[in-house]
T-cell receptor
């Protein structure tokens, strides 16, 4: 148990559906992250939030829309997804983000396994 | 070609063996992560290091910034060490290796 929870753990959705992934951290951290892990591909960092402000968006398609209402909660809103978006979506948190060239210890949630039909 | 390369991709070992997993990167960084991902997806951050060596229990991580190389060693391996081990560096953005899948048999 890392102190980072994600719901739902599994999600199946059609391409026309709208759904949201939720992440909550109980660690008092100020930075939160969304990652995508596709089969046989490296982890990809999607978004970074620091003190509720988005500080990184790594060329993620607009059909993925993040929301960070406070430092403890992070959402990923999904709409009109494609089958290739099927993947494991991982949330993580850290005390704060760091400058470029520095990697800070992050605490990961268990992930949401998404299947888009 | 990925900026972060790990070797080997797959590794099997007998319980008790000494294990080494390697990570090489081609960009300039100041720190590197080793992560452990268990079946089912959960990821645990094992080490963050910027120079020299760190040790935690049976795990040892080393990094050579000049040679752009890091190693993760597991001493006295155990079946519960079976997982995917991932190396990650930050260069403009966080870049991950594809992972090394380790299976330790009793």
């Amino acid at each position: 148990e890392t102190g980072v929870t994600q719901t739902p753990r599994h999600l199946v959705m059609g391409m026309t559906n709208k759904k949201s992934l939720k992440c909550e951290q109980h660690l008092g951290h100020n930075a939160m992250y969304w990652y995508k892990q596709s089969a046989k591909k490296p982890l990809e960092l999607m978004f970074v939030y620091n003190f509720k402000e988005q500080t990184e968006n790594n060329s993620v398609p607009s059909r993925f829309s993040p929301e960070c209402p406070n430092s403890s909660h992070l959402f990923l809103h999904l709409h009109t997804l494609q089958p290739e978006d099927s993947a494991l979506y991982l949330c993580a948190s850290s005390p704060r983000t760091s400058g470029r060239g520095f990697v800070e210890t992050q605490y990961f949630g268990p992930g949401t396994r998404l299947l888009v039909l | 070609k990925n900026e972060v390369e790990q070797s080997p991709q797959n590794l099997t070992a007998q319980e008790g063996e000494f294990i080494t997993i390697n990570c090489s990167y081609s960009v300039g960084i100041s720190a590197l992560h080793w992560l452990q991902q268990h079946p089912g997806g959960g990821i645990v951050s094992l080490f963050m290091l910027s120079s020299g060596k760190k040790k935690h229990g049976r795990l040892i991580a080393t990094i050579n910034i000049q040679e752009k190389h890091s190693s993760l060693h597991i001493t006295a391996s155990h079946p519960r060490d079976s997982a995917v081990y991932i190396c990650a560096v930050r260069y403009r953005k966080l870049i991950f290796g594809t992972g090394t899948r380790l299976q330790v048999f009793p």
